[in-house]
């Protein structure tokens, strides 16, 4: 079974920074495009940053220069890191991927098939 679980998340003060980890299991991650997408409570959903196969990196407009995505394949893993964090970035973040045709968890740019439980991000 896909397995997605994020880590990482927390409180920290503006202008701090954090890093997120998503540690992928259960299928061939090296192939995969992996994303970042996060949900403020009663708001829509919004793709952060995405990662695919080959490296190439993709964000929403609010985050370049901010936020950087990278990823481990030795690891399966997929990060985030956070730096300067504004009070408008405290959310819950999501680590996504689609490994099938399903569409179980979408944004306005984009459809996964698997998401992981998420990891609250708090600034203040």
């Known amino acids: 079974d896909v397995q997605l679980v994020e880590s990482g998340g927390g409180s920290v003060q503006a202008g701090g920074s954090l890093r997120l980890s998503c540690a992928a299991s259960?299928?061939?991650?090296?192939?995969?495009?992996m994303g970042w997408i996060r949900q403020v409570s009663g708001k829509e959903r919004e793709g952060v940053a995405s990662i695919d196969s080959d490296g190439e990196t993709t964000y929403t407009d609010s985050v370049k220069g901010q936020f950087t995505i990278s990823r481990d394949n030795a690891k399966s893993t997929v990060y985030l890191q956070m730096d300067r964090l504004k009070s408008e970035d405290t959310a819950l973040y999501y680590c996504?991927?689609?490994?099938?045709?399903?569409?179980?968890?979408?944004?306005?740019?984009?459809?996964?098939?698997?998401r992981g439980q998420g990891t609250q991000v708090t600034v203040s």
């Open positions: 996504a991927t689609r490994v099938s045709s399903d569409c179980t968890f979408s944004t306005p740019d984009g459809c996964y098939s698997h």
């Open positions: 259960g299928f061939t991650y090296s192939s995969y495009c």
